[in-house]
């Protein structure tokens, strides 16, 4: 079982601990990140979003020929402009040769796991056929990446896949597919994930206390989309929408008084709008955030110049407290002989008093297995406890208690790995120098 690892260093090194953690979230059935809309062969918006390349300046398509002629090999590319995905913004992204783009900044060979925008994630070959090409195109308010006659490479007789992804400057992605030889839904999975749709995740990092100077990362998939693939045929598209986030708000006053699909909080130490589930994650936590955005309020008020007030009303209120209790202790003396017991009522102080035989009884009617059963309670209710928190984190990963565990969780504790076959397949990122290959020339840098 082996699992990717960085250290302090950046490089990345394979190794048997559970370093790697993936959690997986439902898709968005609800539409809180992006709304969605089909369109049929027979509607004219399909023929719309379409972008045809070959209209497009040559200058600024790029035919990349290493993933034209690679498998299972990823690229970076450099954006001209600023891409909002779940609310923050992308100036580099990197495209696969399995028909998806991954958006996540460390790159690993789990590409196909989270953090993607995927118009149909399947096991694409381009290297097995000559007229197979990855194609992109940056025009400075939109990125078109377009998947050429692409072939399945554990079903090439099927015929090529021809589809592409346009990423819009105002947050718009839409997918436009040209030709789909077969039913989405029919492909083979077994190596590798068919996946129609977009995917984002954090990223936790932990100190490893038996491996001095190695983090732990946990990759935590907060928010899924997955469209329909029986809908994904010829000459169809998907656009989807992006919606309000937190992270757009600038100040405190907008945050908390936002009306969107989030509980907006503000953190007057980071200066930051969230709902504590984006990339910000990590300093949401480690600033101390959550505890902060519990008053809902926007009025900072300075800790120590409340200190006096507080010691003096304290100091007050003891010293009334006290006289109260003195007086009332000496005037019970007065009245009989037998010890009082007080038991303080809304302010007030009221005597009962207790006869010394009654003490004594009640001493002697304590047995000695009183405490044993009490322990033995006390376990059951905390071994009941423990089994409902793991049934509520189950089947709720993205609640408060289920992070707090995955966010401390010792390297010990067992994982979910992905193993090599198992559906995951290892993407290696190419060198971002130009290469020729058959033919194929990339004229510049991704």
């Given at each position: ?13 394979w190794?048997?601990?559970?370093v ?15 709304t ?8 004219p918006?399909?023929?719309?979003l379409?972008v ?7 200058d ?12 299972r090999?990823?690229a ?5 402009f ?5 609310g923050?913004?992308?100036r ?9 783009i991954?958006?996540?900044?460390v ?7 989270t953090?993607?925008?995927?118009p ?28 050429d ?5 554990d079903?090439?007789?099927l ?7 346009t990423?819009?400057?105002d ?19 077994v ?7 977009l995917s ?12 001095p ?16 693939k029986t ?9 989807m ?7 757009q ?13 989030f509980?907006c909080?503000?953190c ?5 709008c969230?709902s ?5 994650r990590?300093?949401?936590v480690d ?8 008053d809902k309020?926007?009025?900072i008020?300075?800790?120590t110049?409340?200190?006096p007030f ?11 407290s ?30 009962i ?5 009654s003490a004594?009884?009640r001493?002697?009617?304590h ?9 033995i ?28 565990f ?6 010990r ?6 193993r ?8 290696a990122?190419?060198e971002?120098?130009g ?12």
């Amino acid at each position: 079982s082996e699992l990717l690892q960085w250290d302090e260093t950046g490089t990345t090194n394979w190794c048997n601990q559970s370093v790697l953690l993936f959690c997986v979230q439902q898709e968005d059935t609800d539409h809180n990140y992006y709304t969605s809309k089909t369109y049929g062969p027979t509607d004219p918006m399909s023929k719309d979003l379409w972008v045809n390349v070959d209209q497009m300046d040559k200058d600024k398509v790029k035919i990349h020929g290493i993933l034209s002629n690679t498998h299972r090999q990823a690229a970076r590319v450099n954006l001209s402009f600023d891409f909002p995905f779940y609310g923050h913004f992308l100036r580099d992204l990197t495209v696969a040769t399995g028909g998806f783009i991954y958006t996540g900044d460390v790159v690993h060979r789990m590409l196909t796991a989270t953090q993607y925008i995927a118009p149909l994630m399947a096991n694409f070959d381009p290297s097995v056929s000559r007229n197979s090409t990855v194609i992109y195109f940056d025009n400075g308010t939109a990125l078109v990446v377009q998947w050429d006659h692409v072939h399945l490479q554990d079903n090439y007789n099927l015929g090529s896949f021809t589809f592409q992804a346009t990423l819009h400057s105002d947050g718009r992605i839409v997918f436009a597919y040209k030709e789909i030889p077969m039913e989405v839904a029919q492909i083979s999975s077994v190596n590798h994930p068919v996946k129609v749709g977009l995917s984002d995740a954090f990223v936790v990092v932990h100190r490893i206390q038996q491996i001095p100077n190695v983090r732990r990362r946990t990759i935590y998939e907060y928010h899924r989309v997955e469209l329909t693939k029986t809908k994904i045929t010829n000459s169809t598209a998907v656009e989807m929408m992006p919606l309000p986030t937190c992270l757009q708000f600038t100040s405190c006053d907008s945050c908390i008084s936002s009306q969107i699909n989030f509980n907006c909080s503000w953190c007057h130490l980071l200066r930051r709008c969230s709902s504590g589930f984006d990339r910000h994650r990590q300093d949401w936590v480690d600033n101390s955030c959550p505890d902060e955005t519990k008053d809902k309020s926007c009025d900072i008020i300075s800790t120590t110049q409340l200190d006096p007030f507080i010691t003096t009303l304290v100091a007050k209120t003891t010293g009334q407290s006290r006289s109260r209790g003195e007086t009332t202790t000496a005037g019970a003396s007065s009245s009989t002989s037998r010890p009082p017991t007080s038991v303080p009522t809304e302010g007030k102080t009221t005597n009962i008093s207790m006869p010394k035989e009654s003490a004594a009884e009640r001493k002697d009617t304590h047995p000695l297995h009183t405490g044993l059963i009490l322990g033995i309670l006390v376990v059951l209710l905390i071994m009941a406890a423990a089994a409902l928190v793991t049934v509520y984190i189950y089947h709720h990963p993205t609640s408060a208690a289920s992070l707090f565990f995955i966010e401390r969780r010792p390297s010990r504790w067992p994982a979910m790995k992905f193993r090599r076959g198992s559906g995951h397949p290892a993407y290696a990122e190419v060198e971002p120098v130009g290469q020729e290959k058959e033919g194929f020339i990339e004229s510049e840098q991704c």
